[in-house]
């Protein structure tokens, strides 16, 4: 008698006898015992950025606006007083040379370094604000040796990348919460890296937008220290003319917002000559009309740049909010000084310059406000604005 075993097989019946099922089940067992143990692999472990990432749990581009727009040692004192509102100025992330460093991690030790320390101080300084830990001082150390490695390095100092971690320090710097000279010396120290690399070595969109994130800080400290900016030099000028990155008036660094840059990078170099003007035994009238008549032009130029813009009333994305009110307190904070430059000079029409100024200055302080009401990261960028309206410094 056959004892028949079934099987289906493309859906037809097969009948096998005992000596083909035997068979069929030593096969089986052979390849049983041979067969290497099934395994479901994990995710593969991350490497190079996204490591760092989950590791300090942060991502430092949050901080772009903190790069997209101009801080210094005025703009980042109101996250001093208030830690929180650093959530708000990264609560938007807007394009700036922090977009490369993604791709550009892994490459550099010292930006590695810098990145690291960073990310771990303002994960620290958000859940527990006030000064660094022990651990975040270790990391600080670490990215400051290693930046001072590079810088000695004859062959990497002028890299990009050693640029970028440079200044990406300089945001370790502004959480300074006990003195703001650290970020004073660091910003001194990256504007002198800047001009020693030359205006010839910003060539790719990472290399501009390096020069660019650090060109509001070094005219903004000329002023401090009422000395001419070395930005208003004309190869640096030809720089200003080509490191635009955007048509567009909504883009971080587009065609008329670096052009303004470029006019403002002349006046703290006007402040000391007028000085000098003022402080001479000897008036020389053709010096003193040669600087009238070139201060006037200047102030010319930012009063139609200034007309030029979008009203922030018809601005419809939030995201663009900062930038605007940053654009609008740079015109009119600058028309307003050379209103007052004009008035220095010329006091024929002191009165009606001086009376120009104080508009301006209205305008300045009204625009904060309302700006506030919007955007609670106007309170940062406007900040420096609103001092100079008031005609004071702090």
């Given at each position: 008698?056959v004892?028949?075993?079934?099987?289906?097989?493309?859906?037809?019946?097969?009948?096998?006898?005992?000596?083909?099922?035997?068979?069929?089940?030593?096969?089986?067992?052979?390849?049983?015992?041979?067969?290497?143990?099934?395994?479901?692999?994990?995710?593969?472990?991350?490497?190079?950025?996204?490591?760092?990432?989950?590791?300090?749990?942060?991502?430092?581009?949050?901080?772009s606006?903190?790069?997209?727009?101009?801080?210094?040692?005025?703009?980042?004192?109101?996250?001093?007083?208030?830690?929180?509102?650093?959530?708000d100025?990264?609560?938007?992330?807007?394009?700036s040379?922090?977009?490369y460093?993604?791709?550009?991690?892994?490459?550099?030790?010292?930006?590695?370094?810098?990145?690291?320390?960073?990310?771990?101080?303002?994960?620290?300084?958000?859940?527990?604000?006030?000064?660094?830990?022990?651990?975040?001082?270790?990391?600080?150390?670490?990215?400051?040796?290693?930046?001072?490695?590079?810088?000695?390095?004859?062959?990497?100092?002028?890299?990009?990348?050693?640029?970028?971690?440079?200044?990406?320090?300089?945001?370790?710097?502004?959480?300074?919460?006990?003195?703001?000279?650290?970020?004073?010396?660091?910003?001194?120290?990256a504007?002198?890296?800047?001009?020693?690399?030359?205006?010839?070595?910003?060539?790719?969109?990472?290399?501009?937008?390096?020069?660019?994130?650090?060109?509001?800080?070094?005219?903004?400290?000329?002023?401090?220290?009422?000395?001419?900016?070395?930005?208003?030099?004309?190869?640096?000028?030809?720089?200003?003319?080509?490191?635009?990155?955007?048509?567009?008036?909504?883009?971080?660094?587009?065609?008329?917002?670096?052009?303004?840059?470029?006019?403002?990078?002349?006046?703290?170099?006007?402040?000391?000559?007028?000085?000098?003007?003022?402080?001479?035994?000897?008036?020389?009238?053709?010096?003193?009309?040669?600087?009238?008549?070139?201060?006037?032009?200047?102030?010319?130029?930012?009063?139609?740049?200034?007309?030029?813009?979008?009203?922030?009333s018809e601005?419809?994305?939030?995201?663009?909010?900062?930038?605007?009110?940053?654009?609008?307190?740079?015109?009119?904070?600058?028309?307003?000084?050379?209103?007052?430059?004009?008035?220095?000079?010329?006091?024929?029409?002191?009165?009606?310059?001086?009376?120009?100024?104080?508009k301006?200055?209205?305008?300045?302080?009204?625009?904060?406000?309302?700006a506030?009401?919007?955007?609670?990261r106007a309170?940062?960028?406007?900040?420096?604005?609103?001092?100079?309206?008031?005609?004071?410094?702090?």
């Amino acid at each position: 008698m056959v004892d028949n075993h079934i099987a289906l097989a493309s859906g037809k019946a097969v009948v096998r006898t005992n000596e083909s099922a035997i068979l069929v089940m030593a096969f089986a067992q052979a390849i049983k015992a041979t067969r290497v143990p099934l395994c479901i692999p994990t995710s593969p472990p991350s490497t190079g950025y996204e490591a760092m990432r989950i590791h300090y749990d942060f991502d430092v581009l949050d901080l772009s606006s903190l790069t997209a727009l101009p801080f210094g040692r005025v703009s980042s004192q109101p996250l001093l007083e208030e830690p929180s509102r650093l959530l708000d100025v990264m609560r938007l992330r807007q394009w700036s040379y922090f977009s490369y460093i993604p791709w550009r991690y892994g490459n550099t030790i010292c930006l590695d370094d810098a990145v690291c320390c960073v990310a771990a101080r303002v994960r620290q300084w958000i859940t527990h604000p006030g000064k660094p830990t022990a651990r975040v001082l270790l990391l600080y150390s670490k990215a400051l040796k290693s930046l001072q490695a590079a810088l000695d390095n004859t062959s990497q100092r002028f890299e990009a990348d050693v640029l970028c971690a440079t200044e990406v320090l300089s945001i370790f710097e502004m959480l300074d919460v006990n003195q703001i000279d650290p970020w004073v010396t660091h910003a001194a120290g990256a504007a002198t890296l800047i001009q020693l690399r030359g205006p010839q070595r910003y060539n790719t969109n990472f290399e501009k937008a390096l020069f660019l994130g650090q060109a509001g800080p070094i005219i903004t400290e000329a002023f401090f220290n009422l000395s001419p900016c070395f930005l208003e030099e004309p190869s640096w000028q030809d720089l200003f003319a080509r490191a635009a990155l955007g048509k567009s008036v909504f883009s971080t660094y587009s065609d008329s917002f670096v052009r303004a840059w470029a006019c403002v990078s002349r006046v703290p170099g006007l402040f000391r000559s007028v000085r000098e003007v003022l402080r001479s035994p000897h008036e020389d009238s053709a010096e003193v009309n040669a600087l009238l008549k070139e201060i006037v032009t200047l102030t010319r130029q930012l009063t139609v740049m200034c007309s030029n813009q979008v009203l922030i009333s018809e601005i419809l994305s939030e995201r663009h909010y900062g930038l605007m009110h940053d654009r609008a307190g740079l015109y009119l904070t600058n028309m307003a000084r050379g209103e007052r430059l004009i008035a220095a000079l010329d006091y024929n029409t002191a009165l009606a310059a001086e009376a120009r100024a104080q508009k301006i200055s209205t305008e300045i302080i009204d625009l904060a406000a309302a700006a506030s009401a919007v955007d609670s990261r106007a309170t940062l960028y406007l900040r420096f604005k609103v001092l100079v309206a008031n005609n004071r410094h702090e």
